[in-house]
């Protein structure tokens, strides 16, 4: 069965960090763009950043630049979202994403992990 476990979710104070984890299971990344979107209540899902496991382009939403770091370790199946300076605007749930198209565009055969909820107070 294929799943995406992410975790590292949790409360944090605005300036702090936290980092994210996803772990793949039943599926290799194989060349797929694996990235993280996020949900905040009441919005629309939105692509955070993603990466592509062949060649490494990375793509971030203009929101995060500077501060968010995507990684990946293909050998382990893991990816990685490094977010620095939080804002309270990033409390969201965020999700683990696998096979994106280009700028982290959602493909029909996307899958999706369950969310890690991320809540930065003021």
């Known amino acids: 069965e294929v799943q995406l476990q992410a975790s590292g979710g949790g409360l944090v104070q605005a300036g702090g960090s936290l980092r994210l984890s996803c772990a793949a299971f039943g599926f290799t990344f194989g060349g797929r763009t694996i990235g993280w979107f996020r949900q905040a209540p009441g919005d629309v899902r939105e692509a955070v950043s993603c990466i592509s496991s062949s060649n490494g382009e990375i793509d971030y939403a203009d929101s995060v630049k500077g501060r968010f770091t995507i990684s990946i370790d293909t050998a382990k199946g893991m990816v990685f979202l490094q977010m620095n300076r939080l804002k309270p605007a990033d409390t969201a749930v965020y999700f683990c994403?696998?096979?994106?198209?280009?700028?982290?565009?959602?493909?029909?055969?996307?899958?999706w992990g369950q969310g890690t909820l991320v809540t930065v107070s003021s």
């Open positions: 994403v696998a096979s994106l198209g280009p700028y982290c565009t959602v493909r029909s055969d996307t899958r």
